[in-house]
């Protein structure tokens, strides 16, 4: 496990489907039920929140209200004082949109002891996985699941989408 992002550093994070998201929002990840998972506004005392979103953009960073609308499916609004997004019903599978977050925690990179996907969720953000008991240098790829565990599921390392997850640790008062 290493560090890939320290605690107030930014991350982009694809918006869920048709999740509504402002500039300024606190922020969670989550997943649809669907295989589908991504960043939304946290609008519940339980959920756990990651940071604050300070920009939308589209994948390659431009700024979502400067963009071609060839680049984003879904609405912008922009007041001048607000920015808002409201994702398309696809967006985690075609334009990627994404919640610029400056996380709360670190971020880890961290290798899965198999190949994720393998079980359902172990690839998708907003998923929980449980260290390895015989390896806590590793994630047990096989322990993906909804419920609260060690570490929430933000992505897959883009360089190693097959072994490598992207990671916060969940602190124990975040698992009551």
Do not use: H, W
Request: hydrophobic content about 35%; some cysteine; aromatic content about 4%.
């Amino acid at each position: 496990m290493k560090l890939y992002k320290k605690a107030g550093e930014v991350i982009g994070v694809p918006i869920l489907e048709s999740a509504t998201v402002t500039v300024g929002d606190r922020m969670k990840v989550a997943n649809d039920g669907a295989g589908a998972g991504g960043s939304d506004a946290a609008d519940a005392v339980t959920d756990l929140e990651i940071g604050i979103c300070e920009g939308i953009t589209t994948p390659t960073g431009t700024p979502v209200d400067v963009a071609s609308s060839n680049d984003y499916d879904g609405t912008v609004t922009n007041s001048g004082e607000t920015l808002t997004y409201v994702a398309s019903a696809d967006n985690t599978t075609d334009k990627k949109i994404e919640a610029q977050i400056r996380c709360f925690a670190p971020i880890y990179d961290v290798e899965a002891d198999a190949t994720l996907g393998t079980t359902t969720g172990s690839d998708i953000t907003g998923y929980y996985i449980d260290v390895l008991t015989t390896d806590s240098t590793k994630v047990d790829e096989s322990s993906a699941s909804t419920s609260v565990q060690n570490y929430l599921i933000l992505s897959t390392n883009p360089a190693k989408p097959t072994t490598n997850l992207l990671v916060i640790p969940v602190m124990t008062q975040d698992k009551q």
